[in-house]
């Protein structure tokens, strides 16, 4: 009773209030201004006033309600990016770019519409729920009323109370039918565990976000390993690195590496076709390519995976992976083939584009992962565009671990990256490390311990800074990735 007379005091003595501020939330809730600022943790007890531009996202086990002046709100759920586009007088836009929002608009109230990167939401007078995930398809569920819902096609139909519809990314929206499901409970996130976990590759990057998710997966790492090493900069790096299984038949691997003035992290996850064994091994071992005339028992579906240095992001997206025979009959084996692999780049003003993924820089189809294949591929999103322009050199000498390669596409964007494998002592390894180290007594196996791999990216879109991951052999050779 007291919430409710609360509201009716709202109502009657600010008329002039802002049309939208967020009224309650908990959790971990950022907001933006624009673009090019940084990212702000919502605190405190007062209620944050919203303009038109602002961007908000949650996080795990968070949510936040959003009001406006006329007694119309919306709720996001966990795991979710949303923008509050633009708000007049006589309409309110507001943009979710994944994950998922229930808004209950006001009969007789402005125009309001919800967009999604696959469809357009227009309602006078609602209770509705609007979902996205980070593929760009979307789902509209009416509890109430009525929703005008168009795709990117300019398709449009009206759904109704207790209908849904869903609009594939890129594609014709469906038929309107009757929705079995009840409201979705918004203090969850959007779609399957897989899904969530997808999620948060992608999208978790602030530097406290993802220290938080470190301390807590490391309590059940399967592997993990702590050590101070030196990369080829000079620069002591602090290296932090551990495997855990999300899901059965999933595990994911994170590097995270503190330098005096610097934080950066890589993640990979990686989804097999079936429940994993015990031996992380058994599956590895036969991931990518299977000698024999039978398909592996597991094999990948996807892959995603980002490297950050919490403002600036490179993405990796494969999906419907399977095992492909190569058609030899003196040397038969299995191939990795993914229907799909794309390659993305994000700073700031990119980050919310695709889903999170960041700006597409090439995508390739029916990719042979074994052969370096695939069917077709397309760069910057679009067919017919013309393949980057490629540098690549080897700058300490061609007999030492230390490459560097960049594409400038067609319409100036461009990104570098430049590799090395090196000692923990900073030193370069080279072609004759190992005959020498052999000599002295040391096993392959001894020497790869010692080794680490560093991947620097820098891109037109970065600002001037850099992506700058180191990652030791020696826990990638434990959990089966790496084989000599």
């Given amino acids: 009773m007291r919430y409710l007379f609360s509201l009716i005091l709202l109502a009657v003595f600010c008329p002039g209030l802002h049309a939208a501020y967020i009224y309650s939330w908990r959790g971990e809730v950022d907001l933006r201004k624009t673009p090019d600022s940084g990212w702000e943790r919502v605190s405190g007890d007062e209620k944050l006033k919203l303009s038109g531009g602002e961007e908000m996202r949650t996080g795990r086990a968070s949510t936040v309600e959003i009001y406006m002046e006329d007694g119309s709100r919306i709720k996001v759920a966990p795991l979710s990016s949303f923008k509050m586009a633009a708000e007049t007088n006589e309409s309110v836009s507001v943009g979710l770019y994944f994950g998922r929002v229930r808004s209950w608009v006001k009969k007789f109230s402005r125009k309001f519409e919800v967009r999604t990167p696959s469809a357009v939401c227009a309602v006078r007078g609602t209770d509705f729920m609007v979902s996205a995930d980070a593929e760009g398809n979307s789902r509209v569920e009416v509890y109430e009323g009525s929703v005008l819902t168009g795709d990117s096609k300019g398709n449009s139909s009206l759904v109704r109370e207790g209908q849904f519809s869903e609009i594939?990314?890129?594609?014709?929206?469906?038929?309107p039918g009757a929705n079995p499901n009840e409201p979705s409970d918004m203090n969850s996130a959007v779609g399957s565990p897989s899904?969530?976990?997808?999620n948060e590759i992608y999208n978790e990057i602030s530097k406290e976000d993802v220290i938080a998710r470190?301390?807590?997966e490391m309590q059940s790492a399967e592997y993990q390993m702590?050590?101070?090493?030196?990369?080829?900069?000079?620069n002591?790096?602090?290296?932090?690195?551990?495997?855990?299984?999300?899901e059965a038949n999933q595990f994911k691997y994170v590097v995270l590496n503190t330098r005096e003035n610097r934080f950066d992290f890589g993640k990979i996850l990686f989804t097999f076709n079936a429940a994993l064994p015990t031996d992380l091994s058994q599956a590895t071992a036969g991931m990518i390519t299977s000698p024999g005339s039978a398909a592996p028992a597991w094999y990948l579906t996807a892959m995603n995976s980002v490297m950050s240095n919490t403002q600036?992001?490179?993405?990796?997206?494969?999906?419907?992976?399977?095992?492909?025979?190569?058609?030899?009959i003196t040397s038969p084996a299995y191939n990795l083939v993914f229907s799909s692999y794309k390659f993305y780049a994000a700073g700031p003003a990119e980050a919310n584009l695709n889903g999170g993924l960041g700006k597409e820089m090439w995508a390739k189809t029916n990719y042979n992962v074994?052969?370096?294949?695939?069917?077709?591929?397309?760069?910057?999103?679009?067919?017919?565009?013309?393949?980057?322009?490629?540098?690549?050199?080897?700058?300490?000498?061609?007999?030492v671990f230390h490459t560097y390669a960049k594409n400038t596409y067609s319409d100036t964007t461009w990104i570098a990256a430049e590799d090395f494998v090196l000692f923990d002592d900073g030193d370069?390894?080279?072609?004759?490390?190992?005959?020498?180290?052999?000599?002295g007594g040391e096993t392959v196996d001894q020497i790869t311990d010692r080794l680490n791999f560093q991947r620097v990216y820098t891109s037109s879109l970065f600002g001037g800074r850099t992506i700058d991951v180191m990652y030791s052999a020696k826990l990638l050779k434990d959990a089966g990735l790496l084989r000599f």
């Fill in 168 to 175: 594939p990314a890129g594609g014709r929206m469906k038929d």
């Fill in 236 to 246: 002591r790096v602090r290296m932090e690195e551990y495997t855990i299984r999300p």
């Fill in 428 to 439: 370069l390894l080279s072609t004759g490390d190992f005959g020498a180290g052999l000599g």
């Fill in 214 to 216: 470190a301390q807590e």
């Fill in 195 to 198: 899904q969530i976990a997808r």
């Fill in 370 to 399: 074994a052969t370096n294949q695939q069917t077709g591929i397309t760069y910057l999103g679009a067919a017919g565009t013309p393949a980057p322009t490629i540098e690549s050199s080897q700058p300490s000498g061609s007999d």
């Fill in 226 to 234: 702590r050590k101070t090493a030196v990369d080829a900069f000079g």
């Fill in 312 to 328: 600036d992001k490179v993405t990796e997206d494969a999906l419907g992976g399977s095992m492909v025979s190569n058609g030899s």
